[in-house]
Every structure is written in structure tokens, then in C-alpha cells.
């Protein structure tokens, strides 16, 4: 029997919503908070104002039971609340690029204003290693230290699978000091233990740094595959057969070894980098995360470059057809997106840009200028001298290839993701580039 807990969320952002709405799926009595008006009047009436599979079902399904509601007033939510969750952003501070604290810090010192009996104050956003003891100290400043716990919960859920990555993670983490603070997450995650991976309780400090450790690591992963498919194209091999060959190795795993324009998102991007700046200020400097913040961004640009080589040396006045602008399918999430680097770069060496992409456009045109939408994937292709796939979307591995031959004004394909089978594509004419696939890689 599930024990229903009284939960609220700060911050209707994307891992407060995701976390907010399964939450109360599992049971309990969850409040979303978040200050922007229009954003809460609009998933009062079930608008989810984010692209994410299966999120609007279950948000208006949880909202018909009673369990899921939202509010401006964190005061009104916070009455008789057994925890309250932190899930605001920490983006990357422009030109430090450590994690900007301001938004869980003022969520901290709100909370501090408003919490009644004893509360458990859950920090879910990434925050870097000690973020929970200051935390604790401004929660300290205005209340005793009985009426509050300060516990890290950090999330690792998946854009685009966010709502089965929160429901059947591999494991929960919790970083806790203290038994009653225990027994509350304990009562909050107990039908995860039932479904799925074990709950793992370790200090706070250790918990943050596992959500950094863990991000960093898959990250390293993308970037590995990425170099060895550049030397894969040298040497002429083949990086599929190679990531399958050490996949099968259990130490090293299959999964994120699909090599690519070089990782983007919310999270790798801002995380790499904020380690980086954590370990130096730890005087503990982590040169393998500073190299690969490094190789990433320049691969993006190299990506630049490889579409010009395929283009015969230069994309000047040509008309260049981008299939994909997210950083990965199933989201409308541009954040840290390669198409951002990859798209000015080839505007700057003379192209004309002609894109789609099934969800990214609105979010797409604030962010990249001089571009011409299409509104599907034909109709991008017509007359263009090239295509480009820049993110693996479902849409695009089935499009007809004899009907891709038949509108491009020339049949070159640059496969950014290797969504193609090399053999087919030579066999209807394409001459086709892909990433790593030996000499294929570059068209040879
Ligand atoms: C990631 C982590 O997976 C998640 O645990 C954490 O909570 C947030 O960050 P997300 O950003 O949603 O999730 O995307 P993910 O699927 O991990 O992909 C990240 C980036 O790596 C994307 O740009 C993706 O295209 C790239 N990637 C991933 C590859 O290029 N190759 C791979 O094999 C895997």
C-alpha cells in the first residue's frame, strides 16, 4: 500500500513537471509551483507547455484524480507538506560556466519563509557538490533545526523518455543526513523499489557528485565513439562493428556508442563544463572532462567542414537541405543543439539553409537566423545540392529513398547519424557520407 505523501514542486520546468506528474501517478498528493502566471493558468486547463511522449495523458489523468494540481503560491502549497522538491534550473553562468545557484538558492530562502511543521527540502535540479549544505545553512537561518531535512535527489531521466525513465529507473539516488528525512523519501519512491531499481541512500555530498559523475560519464562515452570514428574513416573500418564489438564486453556496455555531430542537450553540455570549473576550484582538475568539453565543441564545427568536403570543397550558393535541428529526436528541445553550430557555419561559408524538423521548428526559428522551414521532409529536399541528417528522428529513417533521390536537385546525402544502410544508398546513385562507416565516412 502506497503511504500518500503531500509533495510540492518548485520550478514547472522540465524535470519538475515530469517529476511532479509521475509522482502523483505513484500516489501521492503533488502541487506544482512555479512564479510564471501564464505558464500555471495554462496547465491548470492540461496545456503542457513542453514536447515530451506521454506527458500530457498522464498530467490531465493525475489532474482528474484530485492528486496533481498547480499554483503560483508556494505559501498555499507548502501547508502540511511533507516534502518540497527544488526542481528550478541551474544553468551555466555565462562566460564562468559553473552552475549559476541563483534560482535553488531563492527557491531555498522562499521555502524558509513558508514551511510550518517539519519538512523535507528535496534538491532535484544538478547542483554542484556542497550546494545542499548551503542549502541547509539558509534554511537554518530562519528556522530551527528540527523542522527541516535537506536531502539530494538528482534526476536521470531522458528527454523524450522521461516518463518511463522516472518510473522504472536503473536506481534512485538519495543523498540524506538523517533518519526522518529518510523515512520520507523512503515513503515518496517506495513503488519505484516495487517496480524497478533498488534505492541507493548515500551522504548528500556523495549524491550530488554521482549525478555529475554519471552525466559526465555517458558524455565521455559520445565523445570516445565520436574520435574513434574519425579514425575509423582512416583507417577503414567500420565504427557500427566496432561499437557492437566492444559493446558485447559487459565492463564497457552497448548503450551510448553511436558516434555522431557531438552531444548537446540541457544536461552534458552545461554539466561537462561545470565539473570542469568544480574540479579546478577543488584543486582536484579533471583533464580528461576539460579535453572533452574541448574535442565536442570543435567537432561541431568539423561537422561543418566534412558536409563542405562531401560538397566537393565548398557549399557557396548551394542550397543545403538540414533534416533534424533538436539535439535528439523525440524532444522540441534546441538547448546545446550541434544544428547551432553546424547551421551558422555553413551560412558563413555561403550556403543557403533549408530545414525541417518534426518538432524543433517553433523553438528552431527564434535560434537560427536566415533559414528557410520546410514544412516536411520532401518539401525540404526539392532542389536542394545536398542533405543533411543532423538528428535521428523516426520520420527520416523511413522516408523513401527513391523519392529522396527523386527531389534533391543532386543525390548527395550527408548521414550525420548513420540512419541509412551504406550499401543501399550506393545503389540508388547517392554518393553518401556518413560518420566513421570506413571510407564511407567521407564518401570514398
Ligand atoms: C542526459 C542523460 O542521459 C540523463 O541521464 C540526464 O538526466 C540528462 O542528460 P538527455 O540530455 O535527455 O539525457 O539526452 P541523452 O539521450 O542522454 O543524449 C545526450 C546527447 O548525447 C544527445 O545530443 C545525443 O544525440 C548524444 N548521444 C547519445 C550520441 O551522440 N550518441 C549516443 O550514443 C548517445
Known sequence: KVLTMRIVMVGAGYVGLVSG?????????VVCVDKEEEKIAKLRLGAVPIYEPGLGELLLANQASGRLSFSTS??????????????????SLAEVGSADMRYVYDAARAIAEVIEGFTVVVIKSTVPVGSGDEVEKILAARLPKDRFAVVSNPEFLREGAAIEDFKHPDRVIV????DRGR???HAIYRPIERNAGPILYTTRRSAEMIK?????????????INEIADLCEQVDADVLDVSRGIGLDDRIGAKFLNPGPGFGGSCFPKDTLALTKLAIEAKAPIRLVETLV????????????????????????????VLGLTYKPKTDDMRDAPSLVIVPELQAAGAHIVAYDPEGVKAARALLSGVEFADNAYACLAGADAA?????????????????????????????RNIYPIKTMRALGFRYVCVGRGLAGEGG
Open 183 to 185: 523515512s520520507v523519501m
Open 212 to 224: 555529475y559523475a554519471a552525466n559526465v560519464f555517458l558524455a565521455m562515452k559520445v565523445t570516445f
Open 388 to 416: 543533411v541528417v543532423i538528428t535521428e528522428w523516426d520520420e527520416f529513417r523511413a522516408l523513401d529513398l527513391q523519392k529522396v533521390k527523386a527531389a534533391l536537385g543532386k543525390p548527395v546525402v550527408i548521414d550525420l
Open 21 to 29: 506528474t509521475c509522482l502523483a501517478d505513484f500516489g501521492h498528493e
Open 175 to 178: 543523498g540524506v543526513e538523517d
Open 294 to 321: 574541448d574535442v565536442n565543441e570543435k567537432r561541431k564545427i568539423a561537422m561543418a567542414r566534412k558536409i563542405e568536403r562531401a560538397c566537393g570543397g565548398s557549399v557557396a550558393g548551394k542550397r543545403i537541405a
Open 74 to 91: 508556494l505559501k498555499d502549497a507548502v501547508e502540511g507538506a511533507d516534502a518540497v522538491f527544488i526542481a528550478v534550473g541551474t544553468p
